[in-house]
């Protein structure tokens, strides 16, 4: 049974000024400075009817929604990446907390990261002419580099992004993508989203069955690929599509999700090291300071590129992926894994945050140890299905239910959002006097 415990006062919105984890839609999304799901389509009563009654439409309204958020939630909680993430957000809290003026390096640390990692949207660009952003499929597709600027808004030749620019068959630019972190993120939710409606389709009757499945595929999916203002969402997807023989949408977006799951999980080192495939070498020196950045959506692309080249098709894709590009196999990863994440609770900077930090990162180990490092070792949907590891959701009536009892409790929750949604205005403030 659900037991929603209405806030008396829910965090504000837009607390950090780039979202790290943009939502597809208004319909749900993932706060990952308050860590819990916050459901703007689906209130109470279909979570009752979901949960504890059962009730398949609103099992298909609810479950692959919170799936999709899910997912975010394990990839910034349970990989190597999202650790490292978490470390430096409550560094950065505990460091503006403690207000020692010397000490405030972390706090641009963490900015600085945020922005390398998940890109600004200036760096997205689309067509002007509505004509052309919304060009009919199939759209083409191919690849170029460019470059970030500084603070003084001088090129830096030597920070480079890895583009995807989408044509449509006349040659115009419908829109300009980068792979960044967001691209990874968001084709492991979508993966996470299909396989929970494929999963909840396949016990509907088969005449319900065909008319939800055509419902989804015209509304959701087909409208999500080639939609040019989510372009960044699906962007890892059409690499796989194009880059190899998959081209169903289900084993395309999960094949993705693995590989994305992968680099979110690949040690610094380990990147360094990645053989670069023949379909990457227009870009030349270029590479040298991606992988001195150590860029994960630049590692994406060739692991996929690798994997298409490999000649060992007897083996999933992901290991002959990664044994085509020179790197260990997914076992020898997952150990590497383990061990920087046990050095990071001793990285944490002593504060009011320090204690949530480190029990947030020993949950998210043991996400992590069920998940595997392709993140398929416990999906998101049956996750839900045994209400485990589920972060808390909140409600549009501003009532926040708990479906896992192991994460938060329900008398010092709303004092951390108060505290948490304080600080993160102060840091934004002290980015401001810094002149970011």
Not at 157 to 184: E, M
Not at 221 to 229: K, L, M, Q, S, T
Not at 385 to 395: A, M, N, T
Request: glycine letters at 4%; hydrophobic letters at 40%.
């Amino acid at each position: 049974m659900l037991h929603p415990k209405t806030l008396a006062r829910q965090p504000g919105k837009d607390t950090i000024s780039a979202a790290m984890v943009p939502n597809t839609s208004a319909l749900a999304c993932y706060r990952e400075e308050y860590q819990f799901i916050q459901s703007f389509a689906c209130d109470e009563n279909d979570f009752a009817k979901a949960f504890d009654q059962n009730d398949q439409q609103a099992e298909l309204r609810v479950l692959p929604l919170i799936c999709h958020e899910l997912r975010h939630w394990f990839d910034c909680i349970g990989t190597l990446w999202g650790q490292e993430h978490l470390v430096r957000f409550y560094n950065a809290c505990n460091s503006r907390i403690n207000n020692d003026p010397d000490s405030f390096s972390p706090i641009m640390e963490y900015f600085n990261e945020a922005e390398r990692t998940f890109l600004h949207t200036y760096y997205t660009t689309m067509a002007v002419d509505p004509q052309v952003r919304t060009s009919p499929e199939p759209w083409k597709w191919g690849l170029s580099v460019g470059h970030r600027f500084d603070y003084d808004g001088k090129p830096r030749l030597d920070r480079r992004i890895v583009f995807t620019r989408f044509l449509n068959q006349a040659g115009d630019q419908i829109c300009r993508c980068p792979f960044s972190i967001v691209s990874l993120l968001e084709t492991g939710a979508m993966a996470s989203e299909m396989f929970a409606d494929i999963v909840l389709l396949n016990r509907l009757p088969d005449e319900s069955q065909n008319r939800a499945m055509e419902q989804i595929e015209t509304e959701r999916y087909g409208n999500f690929v080639y939609n040019a203002e989510l372009a960044r969402y699906s962007v890892a997807a059409h690499a796989v599509s194009n880059y190899t023989d998959i081209v169903d949408p289900p084993p395309v977006f999960d094949t993705s999700a693995q590989i994305a799951a992968l680099c979110l999980n690949l040690p610094r080192e380990l990147i360094l090291k990645m053989k670069r495939p023949s379909q990457l070498d227009f870009i030349g020196e270029v590479e040298t300071y991606l992988k001195q950045e150590h860029d994960r959506g630049y590692a994406f692309l060739s692991l996929v590129c690798n994997g298409a080249n490999s000649t060992a098709t007897q083996n999933p894709f992901p290991e002959r992926a990664l044994s085509e590009a020179s790197l260990p196999d997914p076992k020898s990863i997952r150990e590497l894994c383990v061990k920087q994440m046990a050095r990071l609770p001793n990285q944490i900077i002593d504060g009011p945050f320090a204690d949530y930090a480190r029990s947030l990162l020993s949950y998210g180990m043991e996400v992590f140890e069920h998940r595997g490092v392709l993140g398929i070792g416990l999906r998101e949907y049956m996750a839900l299905v045994k209400k485990q590891f589920i972060p808390p959701i909140l409600l549009p009536n501003s009532k926040m239910i708990f479906l896992s009892g192991d994460i938060d409790s329900w008398i010092d929750i709303e004092d951390r959002f108060a505290i948490t949604e304080a600080v993160i205005y102060k840091m934004n403030e002290f980015r401001t006097v810094c002149g970011v």
